[in-house]
Nanobody
């Protein structure tokens, strides 16, 4: 069983920045795909960014490219999501999800929330205009 715990959400004005953290209960060297999802009220959960822990390969949704950066700290078994130039449409509950399979490179229509076994409790991000 893998546990993941998010932190770092909050409220900011448009153009501001936040950094989310996701700590996993296993070492990054064990190899897992970590993906950040978000869900706005009344909308489906959508993928934002993913990272495969063993090689650090990263993947982003088009809506966040150039603004968000996913990274990892191997010593802390933690994956981060640095969010810059935030927009009101970035508002939502952000979740990190992990799976031990090496499938981070799969296209987004396959790497859906249903593909992931381990989930955090979520952290709220609110961006005001």
């Amino acid at each position: 069983q893998v546990q993941v715990v998010e932190s770092g959400g909050g409220s900011v004005q448009a153009g501001g920045s936040l950094r989310l953290s996701c700590e996993a209960s296993i070492s990054t060297t064990s190899g897992y795909c970590m993906k950040w999802f978000r869900q706005a009220p009344g909308k489906e959960r959508e993928g934002v960014a993913s990272l495969y822990s063993r090689n650090g390969n990263k993947y982003y949704a088009d809506s966040v490219k150039g603004r968000f950066t996913i990274s990892q700290d191997n010593a802390k078994n933690t994956v981060y999501l640095q969010m810059n130039s935030l927009r009101p449409e970035d508002t939502g509950m952000y979740y990190c999800a992990a799976d031990l399979r090496n499938f981070c490179w799969y296209p987004s229509y396959i790497l859906t929330p249903h593909a992931f076994h381990y989930w955090g409790q979520g952290t709220q991000v609110t961006v005001s205009s």
